[in-house]
């Protein structure tokens, strides 16, 4: 069985600009999570998808944004991009809400110059 | 007050050694808790997972769960060079969201 994938797994912006990160999740797992691992600051919560929906944001900018597709696939997109957004970006998914283990993808790394 | 605290190491063992990785966290309203194991440069996997009280032994991982003390372990043993990596524990609230709040990382180096 395929894991959690995510793609491009690095991207090398410029400040200001935006930033697109996508994420398939494993086959029968309906919700995505978003989460930032920057250095020195460790893995922290940014977004919840479920069945389409938002359903909870971490503490970060409304220039975190993103959206899930009707197979469950999801996206990131980071506006307006500053140099602190340079981090390893990860998103998990499980089955269906309510169970707590997540099963993460191997992270996409922005880099923003 | 941070809602996990982990010891962030590096801690060098040798090969064959028991290991001790723990976390403590701030509210008692957490009741699931998670162990991860990161290499560099890859995703975290989910090593240990529990609810109660108590102790999960899976191969030669122990997870430990002390909810009066708010005190989470993991254990290895005989542990292996390729046990070397960074090991997270992750703890969430029960209800319908299911966001995990990750401590640092304890970075675990296993000499041969």
């Known amino acids: 069985e395929a894991g959690v994938t995510q793609s491009p797994t690095h991207l090398i912006k410029t400040r200001g600009q935006q930033a697109t990160l996508r994420c398939s999740p494993i086959s029968g797992h309906t919700s995505v999570y978003w989460y930032q691992q920057a250095l020195g600051l460790g893995l922290q919560f940014l977004l919840w998808y479920d069945e389409g929906e938002e359903r909870n944001r971490g503490n970060f900018p409304p220039r975190f944004s993103g959206r899930q597709f009707p197979n469950y696939s999801s996206e990131l997109n980071v506006n307006a991009l500053e140099l602190e957004d340079s981090a390893l970006y990860l998103c998990?998914?499980?089955?269906?809400?309510?169970?707590?283990?997540?099963?993460f993808g191997p992270g996409t790394r922005l880099t923003v110059t | 007050q941070k809602e996990v605290e982990q010891d962030p190491g590096p801690l060098s063992v040798p090969e064959g050694a028991i290991v001790s990785l723990n976390c403590t966290y701030s509210n008692s309203a957490f009741q699931y808790f998670m162990w991860y194991r990161q290499y560099s440069r890859k995703g975290p996997e989910l090593l240990m997972y529990?609810?109660?009280?108590g102790n999960k032994e899976d191969g030669r991982f122990t997870a430990q769960v002390d909810k009066s003390s708010k005190y989470i372990s993991l254990f290895i043993r005989d542990s292996q060079p390729s046990d070397s990596a960074t090991y997270l524990c992750?703890?969430?609230?029960?209800?319908?969201?299911?966001?995990?709040?990750f401590g640092k990382g304890t970075k675990l180096s296993v000499k041969p």
């Open positions: 998990a998914t499980v089955p269906w809400r309510g169970l707590r283990e997540q099963y």
């Open positions: 992750a703890i969430t609230y029960g209800g319908s969201q299911g966001n995990l709040i």
């Open positions: 529990t609810y109660s009280s």
